[in-house]
């Protein structure tokens, strides 16, 4: 496993306490999807970690949904999200989303492309989590703040193969 330089090994220090995750909570959702859009799929707040723009179609009104997120890399194109809401008590209206039509866009790298959502269960689940801290630490704290509440985790397979990074 690479080791995690010092710079984001402090910046997930100070995402990961509760305060300034509140605070994050309530501002950059915003900004987040008219600067991704802006920016072509490559996050502005991005420091190295891999997000992406989901957009979902809304299970009560039918429009489409967007919100950036971080994601992890899985094998054949396909990626995994964590349903986390930073640690909060309801499950991201994404996550509801996805559940009532698995159908979704995805625009990462200045790239879109269709793709179809699963949930995992058992040992794959399991395998996806333990990446899925790899990848961001603050995952962790997502679950043990998350009162009880299990995190949804996705799986997306590109509807076609997905475009090169």
């Keep these: 496993m690479p080791t995690v330089p010092r710079w984001r090994r402090a910046l ?52 489409p949904r967007s919100v950036p997120l971080l994601y992890v890399d899985l094998e054949g194109g396909a990626i995994a999200l964590v349903g986390s809401n930073f640690g909060g008590p309801r499950t991201p209206a994404w996550c509801v989303n996805l559940r009532a039509d698995p159908a979704c866009t995805v625009l990462r790298d200045g ?8 949930e995992p269960a058992g040992p794959e689940r399991e395998a996806i989590w333990a990446t899925a ?33």
């Design 111 to 118: 790239r879109s492309w269709a793709a179809t959502a699963r």
């Design 12 to 63: 997930e220090t100070v995402t990961t306490r509760r305060p300034v995750v509140r605070a994050l909570s309530h501002i950059l959702y915003r900004f987040d999807v008219p600067l991704f859009r802006l920016m072509s799929g490559r996050s502005p707040w991005g420091w190295g970690y891999p997000f992406l723009l989901l957009t979902t179609t809304g299970a009560r009104s039918g429009r």
């Design 133 to 165: 801290e790899a990848t961001y630490s603050g995952f962790a704290h997502y679950r043990s703040w998350a009162s009880g509440r299990e995190l949804p985790l996705f799986v997306l397979t590109p509807a076609e193969p997905a475009p090169p990074r």
